[in-house]
Each structure stands twice: as C-alpha cells, then as structure tokens.
C-alpha cells in the first residue's frame, strides 16, 4: 500500500492511492529522492514495490506565473527532512514493521536534469545520508525515471516498448529495451509540449499553472472550433514553436476586432489548442509503432496526466490493436516513486554512483 501525500506550510496530509503487498525476507530497500524542479519527494520501493510516495509541493511559485529557482530550492531545503521521514514512517505503517534508515540497502537521487539549485539540495543530502549509513548511493535521470514509472503497476508493459514522454521541458519518443537500455528515436526540435501549453494558457489570460486549467477547460468546448498550424517534421522528431506562434496571431487578430473575442470563445480556444497539439503527439506516436512493429504503447511525463492525451492514447489503442500503458496520475507529474523504481533496476545490475558525482541542470541519457 502507498500514499500519495502532499506538503504544504510543513502540514503533512495523506490519502491512499495503490495497494502493493510486500512480504519475506532479504528484501532490497531503497529510499529515493526527487527534487529536479519545484516538488521534494521521497518513496520507500521494496524489491520493486513502492511503501510510500511522500510529495511536497511549493504553491510560492503560483503568484509570479512560474517557477523561481531560488525559491524553489529554499523551500527543498525546508522540505526535505519532513518529507524523507514521512516516506520513512508511512513505508513503515505499510509494511507492518519499523523501517530506519538502517534497514535502507541503497539511497538513491534525481542527478540530472532540472533546475541546479534544487537538484543540489536533493543530491547533497542523499550523498550526507549515503556516506553516514555507509550505504551505496544511485544516481538516476529524471527522463529515464518516468519512461519507468509504467513499471510500478503490477499491469505493466513488456519490453520492448515504446513511450511518449511529454512533460514542460522535454518532449521524446522513447524505445525502451530493458529498464536500463533506453533509445530515444524521436524529439522536440524547439519546444516542448507542456511549455506549449503552458504559453498557450498564459496567451489566453489563464494564471499558473496553465496547462491544467486548458484541459479543464478543453472539456466543455468544441475541439474543432478554431484550427491551429500543424509543424510538418519529416521522420519522429516534434516541434511546437510554430504552433505557438500561430496561437499568438490567431488571438492578437481576433481581439483586435472584438477585445472580449477570448472571454467569449475560451472554451473552444482550450479545445481546439489541446486538440491540436495532441493531434501532433499522437501522429507521431502512431508513425513510430509503424517503423518499429511495436504495439506495447506507453505514455508518460507530467503531460501525461492531461485527460485528453490520456483518453486519446486509449481510442488509438482500440483502433490500432495497441496494448497501451498509463501510470496512475500520481505517477505522471515529478515523484520519487519513479525515481525508486529506477534506482531498484539499477541497483540490481550493480549501477552505484560515487559520492563525487555532482548532480548536471542538462543531461544526455
């Protein structure tokens, strides 16, 4: 059994979301710990079952329509002690015995990408925790966390399989081999395209975070209502900065002839955005299964929690005869559970990190 648990002004609270059984002996116990942009989350995994998923997430940001570096990672730093001993204490109700620190087999940490101050909040107190347990530390890929976040379920995808991962910074169709051997066949050229929805919401008036509040919003309008330039990318790569563009001048001309033109249509304008850029991802995605032969389809990154993309992945699953995959939406957005599960894989194949490595803003795989 885990929990999904928010934090907000140190006041923890927690509502059950999976139930995952663990029990036996020897059992591989892994402490993990996410903190690559503006939420400090800590998971227990135990032989590849997540006990806890303990998110603390930071509502400073909202009033300036985006993240502050700075003040995301002082609010890690004020974060992270509650957060890892909640993880600690709700693994422990979970698996029905006193876990400690002393129980932990490895800890593990997002290394690389995100914003620099926050992963060094993160890294820096896996590393103090590693080297005072005497306990082996794991460095993992934010990216490579949530292609594996489909792992956690007990329903999920065998390899190969392919995964579209769609969050605010990256944008990639990924081959995946085996938990540790990940191909990345296609990507954004420019943008991604969470920042599409996101600078499509702030187009339309909406506050931080936008991209949410389209979805929303998408739900009680017409998706065809208004039509958006569609990039014409030879081979799986995306690109989204001409679709933004197109928004921008599609809006500025319609206000200027009528000033409440978005207040009136907002609705349609949420439908026909998301319709649009899902249109792209699902093209692409479609295109990459006919290349591969694949039809184990999974989708993952903080954009997969959008229900148009989730729901369309379904309907082209029935269509195209795919076997599709999606993680439970606390799965979908930054967590350390994904970071848990693959520490655990890679804990498995002997892949430790010195206490030199220093955590990297931008990473390849």
Same mark, same amino acid.
């Given at each position: 059994m885990a929990y999904f648990c928010s934090v907000s002004n140190n006041n923890i609270s927690e509502e059950k979301i999976i139930s995952n059984d663990s029990s036996g002996e020897d059992k591989t116990v892994i402490l993990a710990i996410e903190s690559s942009c503006d939420e400090t989350s800590a998971s227990v995994c135990v032989?590849?079952?997540?006990?806890?998923?303990?998110?603390?997430?930071?509502? %400073?940001?909202?009033?300036?329509?985006? %993240?502050v570096p700075e003040l995301a990672s002082r609010a890690h730093i004020q974060n992270i002690v509650p957060v890892v001993d909640a993880a600690l204490k709700t693994a422990s109700a979970t698996h029905h015995s006193s876990l400690t620190t002393h129980e932990i087999d490895a800890i593990a940490f997002t290394q690389a990408p995100g914003l620099i101050g926050s992963l060094l909040v993160g890294a820096q107190f896996a590393k103090s925790l590693s080297l005072a347990l005497n306990k082996p530390l794991i460095a993992v890929h934010h990216m490579q966390?949530? %292609?594996?976040?489909?792992?956690?379920?007990?329903?999920?995808?065998?390899?190969?399989?392919?995964?579209?991962? %769609?969050?605010g910074g990256h944008t990639q169709i990924v081959l995946a081999h085996s938990p540790l051997q990940l191909e990345i066949i296609g990507e954004t050229i420019d943008d991604a395209a969470g920042e599409a929805f996101d600078k499509s919401a702030k187009m339309l008036g909406l506050p931080y975070p936008g991209g949410p509040l389209i979805d929303k919003y998408a739900k009680q309008g017409n998706a065809k209502a208004f039509k958006f330039a569609e990039p014409q990318i030879p081979g799986l790569n995306f690109s989204f900065s001409g679709l933004k563009t197109s928004v921008l001048y599609s809006l500025q001309k319609e206000v200027k002839n009528n000033p409440a033109f978005i207040e009136e249509n907002l609705y349609d304008?949420?439908?026909s955005i998301q319709y649009t850029i899902i249109h792209i991802l699902m093209k692409k995605l479609k295109k990459a299964t006919e290349q591969t032969g694949i039809k184990q389809v999974c989708i993952a990154g903080g954009v997969s929690a959008n229900s148009g993309l989730r729901n369309a992945l379904k309907e082209y699953g029935v269509k195209y005869n795919w076997q599709t995959f999606i993680p439970a939406f606390e799965y979908c957005t930054d967590n350390a559970a994904m970071i848990a599960i693959t520490a655990y894989y890679k804990y498995l194949a002997g892949d430790f990190a010195e206490l030199s490595i220093s955590p990297t803003a931008r990473a390849e795989w």
């Open positions: 032989d590849g079952k997540i006990l806890s998923n303990i998110i603390a997430s930071q509502a %400073v940001h909202e009033q300036y329509g985006g %993240v966390a949530h %292609v594996l976040a489909n792992l956690i379920a007990e329903l999920r995808p065998s390899f190969p399989f392919l995964c579209l991962t %769609v969050s304008l949420c439908a």
